[in-house]
C-alpha cells in the first residue's frame, strides 16, 4: 500500500511539467522512507532528470514496501492538470494493482475529484551517480538561468560556460553573431536576486542550450538555481523546493577538441 | 539469406532479446555496418519505378550510391558513427547457396524476359527484382563513397557479417547494423535492425542481444549455432520437415545435430545427402575475419570538393544536393556528433523494471516482431520521389 498526500498539490503538477518534456515513459518509485522519486533520461542518453520528494515533506506518506510504478508521464500531466493550483493531491497504490489513484480535494473540501492512471510495466535505465566535489557552484536567480538560456538560444544552438574569478560568462555563436552575458557575484541575501560563486578552480564546458532550456521549466519550482560544474563532467543544475525535495538535471557536455570525435 | 525464421522464433521463445530502441538513442555510438548487405537493398529499392533504376547518363546504376549517401547522412546526423564492412571472398561452403542464388537469377531473368513480352507491368517490376545482382566495381564505388563521407570502410576477408561480429566482441563498435540475422549466429553481443532505413518509414530499430538470446532460448553458444543451422543458413541445407519450431524443440530434447540424426527417424525426416553441418558448425565458431586488434577509428569531415568530383561530375548527382549533404554532415560534427552520452561519465546504466502494472508492449512487440521476420523485403523507396540523379 502507498499512499501520500500533499497538501500544495501544485508541487507536483509542477514537478511534472518540468520533467514531461525530457522524458516519455518513466519509473517512479515509492520508498518506505526516503519518499517518492524517479530517475530518468533523455532518448540520446545525453541527458537525465533525478527527482525527489522527502517522505516527511508529504502531509501524510505511507508506504508499506518499496514500489516501483511505470507511467506515461504525457497521460500522467493530462491527469495532473485537471487539478487546481490550490488543490491537495493525494496518490494512491495498491501492492499488487495496475493503477495509481490520484485524489484532488479543494481547499474548503466542497469538490473532490477521483482520477486513476493505468500503469505501466516498464524497464527504465538507471545512472549511478557518484557523490563528487564539484569545483564550481553557482547560485543564481532561476528567472535569470531561464532568461539567459532562452536569450542566447534565439543566437546560436550551444553555450559555453566559463568561469573564473571575474565571474560566470555564457556565451554562444550563431550564423547571425556571438552573445556574452557575464554575471558577477553580489552581497543580496535575497534568493530573488542573490549571486554566489564559489571557486575551486576555473573551468570552461560547452552545452547543449535545447537541453539546459528544457532544464528550465522547473523555473516555477524555485526561486533559485544551483548550478554545478566541474572539468570533463556533466553539469548539475539543480531546483531545491525547500523542505519537501529537489529536482536534478545532468546534461553531458560537448566535446571540445574538433578532432576528438 | 541469414536464418530462417530466427526472429519469429526468438519473439516467441525469447522477447526479453529484442529491443525496441529509438533512432536517436543511438548517439555517439560506433556501429559496424554490413555495408555489402545493404548495397543490394539499395539496388533492389531506391529510386526504383518498374524496371527503371537511378543512372547517369552513361547508364551505369547509382541506386547503391544514392541509397548509401542519403542513409549514411542519416545516421551521420544522429550522432551515430558508423564504420563499414564490405564482404570478401565468400566462404567455399557458401558455393552451395551462391549456386542456387545464381539458378533463381537465371530463373527470374528468363521469366523477366517473358513478362516484358507479355507486357505485364507488375511482374516485370517483381521479376526485375530478382535480377539484381552487386557488382565488384559498385562495391568499390560505394567504399570510396564512405572514405569521402570520412567514414572508416575496410574489406572484410570473407563474409562481411563476420568481420562486424568480431570488431563488436573486441569492443570495438557497440553493436553490428544488419539486417541479416546469421550475424547473431557469429555471436555479435548487440545486432542493431532497420538503422539503415530510410528515415519516412519511422521503423524504431530493433536491437538483439545475443546473451539474452542464447539465455532466452535455454541454450548452450554451440547450441545456438545448431539451431541456426536447422532453421537454414546460407551454408548448408537443412533437414526437411524440421522447421525453426521443431528446430528448438529438438535442440533442447537432444542437444547437438549428431544427437538429433542418431535419435530421429530419417526416413520420416531426411537429412541431405553428405549433410556438412560439422563444416557450417566451423564456418559460425570460427569464420575468417579481419584482425580487428590495434584498430584505431577516427571520422573525418567529408571532403566535399572529392564528393563532388566523384558525384556530380562522374555520376551526374545534383551539385546542390551534395553539396547540401556535406553542409548537414559538417553542421552535426558541431551538433549531435560532438556530443557526449553521460554513460561516458557515469558508467553503464543498470535496469529498473516496473514492480506493479500491466506489461502491455509484450503481446504487441511479439506481433510486431514476427512480422518484422516475414516481412524480409526492405521497403526503402517510400521517401524517394523517383528522379534521374
Known sequence: MFEARLTEGAILKKVLDSVKDLVTDANFEADPTEGFKLQAMDSSHVSLVSLKLHADGFAHYRCDRPLTMGMNLANMAKMLKCASNEDAITMKADDAGDVVAFMFESPGQEKISDFELKLMDIDSEHLGIPDTEYAVTIRMPSAEFKRICSDLATIGDTVAISVSKEGVKFSTTGDIGDANVTLRQNSEDDKEKMISIELGEPVNLTFALRYLNSFTKATPLSDQVVIRLSPQLPIVVQYVVVDVGYISYYLAPKIEDDDAM | ???????????????????????????????????????????????????????????????????????????????????????????????????????????????????????????????????????????????????????????????????????????????????????????????????????????????????????????????????????????????????????????????????????????????????????????????????????????????????????????????????????????ARQGAASQNRLESFFGPPKIISSTIGKRKVEETKSGKGSKAGLNKKSKGVSGYKSKKT
Request: glycine share 8%; proline share 5%.
Open chain 2, 1 to 331: 539469406m541469414g536464418i530462417k525464421g530466427l526472429t519469429a522464433l526468438l519473439s516467441e521463445n525469447a522477447p526479453g532479446a529484442m529491443r525496441e530502441q529509438k533512432f536517436t538513442s543511438y548517439l555517439d555510438r560506433r556501429v559496424a555496418i554490413d555495408a555489402s548487405m545493404h548495397i543490394y537493398q539499395f539496388m533492389i529499392a531506391v529510386g526504383r519505378t518498374g524496371e527503371q533504376t537511378l543512372t547517369n547518363e552513361a547508364g551505369e546504376v547509382t541506386s547503391h550510391l544514392q541509397g548509401m549517401l542519403m542513409r549514411t547522412s542519416r545516421m551521420l546526423e544522429a550522432g551515430i558513427k558508423p564504420v563499414y564492412v564490405f564482404d570478401g571472398k565468400p566462404p567455399t561452403m557458401k558455393g552451395g547457396e551462391l549456386a542456387k542464388r545464381k539458378d533463381k537469377r537465371e530463373e527470374a531473368e528468363a521469366a523477366l524476359k517473358a513478362a516484358r513480352e507479355a507486357g505485364n507491368q507488375e511482374e516485370v517490376e517483381k521479376l526485375s527484382k530478382r535480377t539484381v545482382r552487386v557488382s565488384k566495381e559498385q562495391s568499390m564505388e560505394v567504399m570510396k563513397l564512405a572514405q569521402l563521407l570520412g567514414i572508416p570502410a575496410f574489406e572484410a576477408p570473407c563474409e562481411a557479417e563476420a568481420t562486424c561480429a568480431a570488431m563488436c566482441k573486441a569492443g570495438l563498435v557497440w553493436a553490428v547494423g544488419t539486417e541479416d540475422m546469421d550475424t547473431l549466429t557469429f555471436a555479435a553481443p548487440r545486432v542493431a535492425r532497420n538503422l539503415m532505413a530510410p528515415k519516412s518509414a519511422e521503423k524504431p530499430v530493433l536491437e538483439f542481444d545475443y546473451e539474452k538470446t542464447i539465455a532466452g532460448l535455454g541454450l548452450t553458444a554451440d547450441q545456438f549455432i545448431d539451431l541456426c543451422i536447422l532453421c537454414g543458413c546460407d551454408y548448408t541445407d537443412t533437414i526437411r520437415g524440421v522447421g525453426p519450431k521443431t528446430a528448438l524443440k529438438l535442440i533442447k530434447e537432444h542437444g547437438s545435430i549428431e544427437k538429433i540424426l542418431e535419435a530421429i527417424d530419417t526416413e520420416k525426416y531426411p537429412p541431405p545427402k553428405d549433410w556438412e553441418f560439422a563444416g557450417a558448425r566451423e564456418l559460425f565458431k570460427n569464420p575468417e575475419v579481419m584482425d580487428v586488434s590495434g584498430i584505431n577509428l577516427s571520422w573525418k569531415a567529408p571532403d566535399e570538393e572529392g564528393l563532388v568530383e566523384f558525384l556530380v561530375k562522374e555520376k551526374q548527382f545534383q551539385e546542390d544536393r551534395v553539396r547540401g549533404v556535406c553542409a548537414r554532415i559538417r553542421k
